[in-house]
């Protein structure tokens, strides 16, 4: 009887799926964006918030700054998929994160597959729209996350409606400081090279532009997706940096295909139990050593670092704190480029992984400070970097990076 139940469910869900993909996707979500008015949508941020406080964010060479040119470095959480989690983003578990996390930035985290956006369209935009206009509110920065995963390539059909959907965020929201783009989370695969990375960029930056354009206002900061899940960040300046060949982080050819929009950086994520100083491998002592790599990229590229986490890539394993303060010591300025890097936890939420922030059912039973032993150590994190408190227990100087 279960199997056959859970066949039935299947195979409705198939369908609702479909139904719901040919709804949303290629002439609907155009449409939407067409006629959606050039920023219907107004803010007055609380007096003292981040955003009241920096306004619209802008690079200028390598550095993230504020309205009036002053370096700014933002840190806060991303969202796991509202698909999971949706009890976790509420007004209130919002605002307990910025009165007691102390978090000056939101990343929403929308996946397209995996049951998310491709399935319920409708619902998963007006979920964004809705966390959007609560940060808003609440006066702290988000991240429009076009969360692509599986698959990798940011020009597959399945993912169809990321100029649309990316142009109706951007007319909804022209001219809202707190609003910033990233246009493909983790690009994966062979296929994902940063040629194929950057013709999808030239296709929909300008679509987000162009009516910030309409109405004379700033462009907002976009945030681009790198090779190999967001590691290979330096695929624009080097000739065969892609994933598959071998060829990882060693010195090849140089070459300039950086993207020519004045308001974008680079996507760096590390997760520090399989990122970190890599080991021997092709008589190699350090091989796939990421700090090295990132200590000299961050000298060259404008970087932001949208994810992270302090366990295994897969969200799960050992805890290491230490590996991860030596990551965001160097994300405070401890680098080539001597660049104030931002940077959003993975997760906000209360998945029973240990990236998590919180523990599992704290957000059922809105216990939003119920925190996991990694919350526990971003939050402190947190209150260091955003609240300027003094705290021995993280971000120790014995573990900065020294190349």
């Known amino acids: ?36 008015p050039i920023n219907n949508t107004h803010y007055t941020y609380p007096m ?54 102390h978090i000056n930035i939101l990343r929403l985290a929308m996946y397209v597959e995996e049951g998310g956006y491709n399935r319920t369209p409708n619902r998963s935009r007006e979920m964004m729209c809705n966390l959007v206009d609560l940060c808003g509110e609440m006066g702290i920065y988000c991240i429009v996350d076009w969360h692509i995963l599986t698959p990798g390539n940011p020009e597959s059909e399945v993912y169809a409606d990321a100029a649309p959907f990316l142009s109706y965020m951007a007319r909804k929201y022209a001219g809202a400081p707190h609003v910033i783009f990233e246009i493909c ?60 060949n071998e060829l990882d982080l060693i010195d090849l050819p140089a070459k300039d295909q950086r993207l020519a929009f004045d ?9 520090s139990g399989s990122h970190n100083e890599g ?26 670092c949208s994810e992270f986490g302090l366990t295994n890539a897969d969200g799960d394993g050992n805890i290491d704190t230490d590996r991860t303060d030596k990551w965001l010591l160097m994300l405070s300025g401890e680098n080539a480029g001597k660049q104030k890097v931002s940077f959003c936890n993975w997760s906000y939420s209360d998945k029973d992984e240990q990236s998590a922030a919180l523990l599992p059912f704290s957000c059922k039973h809105g216990k939003w400070n119920n925190a996991s032993p990694s919350g526990d150590y971003i939050r402190r994190v947190f209150n260091v970097v955003n609240n300027g408190a003094i705290d ?12």
Not at 4 to 13: D, K, Q, Y
Not at 48 to 74: M, R, T
Not at 191 to 211: F, L
Not at 392 to 403: D, F, G, Q
Request: charged share 15%; aromatic share 12%; glycine share 10%.
């Open 392 to 403: 021995s227990t993280v971000l120790k100087p014995t573990n900065l990076y020294r190349p």
């Open 279 to 304: 080991g021997p491998k092709k008589g190699i002592p350090d091989y796939y050593n990421l700090y090295k790599y990132m200590y000299k990229v961050l000298g060259k590229l404008p970087v932001f």
């Open 185 to 244: 989370n983790e690009p994966n695969g062979e296929g994902a090279t940063w040629e194929v990375i950057s013709r999808y960029a030239n296709k929909v930056i300008p679509q987000i532009y162009a009516p910030y354009d309409s109405i004379g206002a700033p462009h907002p900061l976009v945030i681009c997706g790198t090779p190999q899940w967001d590691q290979l960040v330096d695929a624009c300046l080097v000739e065969g940096r892609y994933q598959g």
């Open 263 to 271: 308001n974008l950086m680079y996507t760096f994520h590390f997760y």
């Open 1 to 36: 009887m279960m199997r056959l139940r859970n066949f039935l469910g299947t195979v409705l869900c198939g369908l609702l799926c479909a139904s719901c993909a040919k709804q949303g996707s290629g002439g609907y979500m155009a449409e939407l964006a067409a006629n959606q």
């Open 48 to 101: 003292g918030s981040p955003v009241a406080e920096h306004g619209a964010l802008k690079v200028n060479g390598l550095q993230l700054c504020d309205a009036s040119g002053e370096p700014v470095q933002l840190a806060g959480f991303s969202t796991m998929g509202w698909q999971w989690c949706a009890d976790c983003y509420t007004q209130e578990s919002l605002m307990n994160l910025v009165s007691n996390w």
